[in-house]
């Protein structure tokens, strides 16, 4: 039987070029979340408005849907 070749698939430059391209794309990807996307934006009132844009006019509850009612 012949011995199977031990050449690493790092040695054909288009391997090289792709990971490296792609780590390059990676790093891109990561530095723009880290930098637009750290914190989760919430809007004043978003359940309020949501709703009133769903189902017209709705009168605004004095309490809020957490607090338990008597």
Known sequence: MSKPSQSSPWRIPLVRELVVI??????VILGIKALWFTEPT?????????????????????????????
């Open 42 to 70: 919430v809007p004043e009132n978003g359940t309020e408005k949501v709703s009133e844009r769903l189902f017209g006019s709705v009168a605004v509850q004095d309490q809020s849907p957490t607090e338990e009612s008597p």
């Open 22 to 27: 792609l780590a390059i794309k990676l790093g």
